[in-house]
């Protein structure tokens, strides 16, 4: 049973940074991609970033591109979201999430199909 456990949310002034980790756990040596979500109040979870596991190929939503960086480390089998010059709007929880399939994609969060439980967010203006 695969287990996503995220850490390093919480409040931020704008201009900040955060760094937010996913440790995963059983059943991770079938992971095709991570990616991280996010999800305001009243909205819909969003694509962030995703990491392709194999080759360390990152894609990003267009939103944070430029601020946010996403890497893995594969022996500690941990996805990390560096978050930088961070704004109001990227309020949200946080969510990582794991897609072990090539089918779906990897931008689309019913494709995934392990979740952490979340990890909040604040930028404050």
């Known amino acids: 049973q695969v287990q996503l456990v995220e850490s390093g949310g919480g409040l931020v002034q704008a201009g900040g940074s955060l760094r937010l980790s996913c440790a995963a756990s059983?059943?991770?040596?079938?992971?095709?991609?991570m990616g991280w979500f996010r999800q305001a109040p009243g909205k819909e979870r969003d694509f962030v970033a995703v990491?392709?596991?194999?080759?360390?190929?990152?894609w990003y939503a267009d939103s944070v591109k430029g601020r946010f960086a996403i890497s893995r480390d594969d022996a500690k089998n941990t996805v990390t979201l560096q978050m930088n010059s961070l704004k109001p709007e990227d309020t949200a929880v946080y969510y990582c999430?794991?897609?072990?399939?090539?089918?779906?994609?990897?931008?689309?969060?019913?494709?995934?199909?392990?979740w952490g439980q979340g990890t909040q967010v604040t930028v404050s203006s």
């Open positions: 059983g059943g991770t040596s079938s992971t095709y991609v």
């Open positions: 990491i392709r596991w194999s080759t360390g190929t990152t």
């Open positions: 999430a794991q897609k072990t399939t090539f089918g779906g994609s990897k931008y689309d969060r019913v494709a995934y199909e392990y």
